[in-house]
């Protein structure tokens, strides 16, 4: 089963920032919590990871409250390709030969809207 | 381009019969994950694979089997087909200097 809670949909504006929270409770010290996101059908597209410190790329900001039990994915400028459904998964970082599978619960589905 | 290649990218076959599905994995990516997404359901794992051996299980049903191959490549067979088996079949892969898994773009099974 999935360790993590997300809402199962929301709206955002295009060229505002979407804000996707997700909550893991019950996350341990040595898990990390990972976001993918799926446009329509296509394959998984992995975003971002991040253990306990806020983390950035190019795509997206992740921040991670300090007792860890919660994050929030920021979409900066969301635009209509950034439409799809947003996961939040908790795992350990796979060693060399673990088997740390990514476990998808039902996500959020983030619509923008122009 | 996740690097991933997944074939074929579409698959239609009747009730019964037998098929396999392949997945080059990412260049130096010793894993290959195996998921199952059925018309309006979540991603199921359904298996892995670390350089040649099985490491983990999911809900894999008996009529379905997957193996990698030296060269890292993997196959998932399914056999004696139903309605139901009809969904996306995606294969992810990682290792390497990355901790994340990488995804194709999936084989979409149609079974009539």
């Known amino acids: 089963d999935a360790k993590t809670t997300q809402p199962p949909s929301m709206d955002c504006a295009e060229g505002r920032a979407a804000n996707l929270p997700c909550n893991h409770s019950?996350?341990?010290?040595?898990?990390?919590v990972y976001w993918y996101r799926q446009i329509h059908s296509q394959g998984p597209q992995y975003i971002i990871h991040?253990?306990?410190n806020n983390e950035t790329n190019e795509m997206a900001s992740l921040i991670i409250t300090e007792d860890r039990k919660s994050s929030t994915l920021i979409l900066p400028h969301a635009t209509l390709r950034d439409t799809a459904v947003y996961y939040c998964?908790?795992?350990?970082?796979?060693?060399?030969?673990?088997?740390?599978?990514?476990?998808f619960g039902k996500g959020t589905k983030l619509t923008v809207n122009p | 381009d996740s690097g991933v290649t997944q074939t074929p990218k579409h698959l239609i076959t009747a009730t019964g019969q037998r098929v396999t599905l392949r997945c080059s994995p990412r260049?130096?990516?010793?894993?290959v994950y195996w998921y199952q997404q059925s018309l309006d359901q979540g991603l199921q794992f359904l298996i892995q694979?670390?350089?040649?051996?099985?490491?983990a299980k999911g809900n894999i049903l008996e009529r379905f089997s997957a193996q990698q191959f030296p060269d890292l490549h993997s196959e998932l067979n399914l056999s004696s087909l139903e309605l139901g088996d009809s969904a996306l079949y995606f294969c992810?892969?990682?290792?390497?200097?990355?901790?994340?898994?990488?995804f194709g773009q999936g084989t979409r099974l149609t079974v009539v």
């Open positions: 991040g253990l306990k």
């Open positions: 260049s130096g990516d010793l894993s």
């Open positions: 998964i908790v795992r350990v970082a796979p060693l060399q030969g673990g088997s740390e599978k990514l476990v």
């Open positions: 694979y670390y350089n040649g051996e099985e490491r």
């Open positions: 992810a892969s990682s290792g390497g200097s990355n901790t994340e898994a990488f």
């Open positions: 019950t996350i341990s010290g040595n898990e990390y």
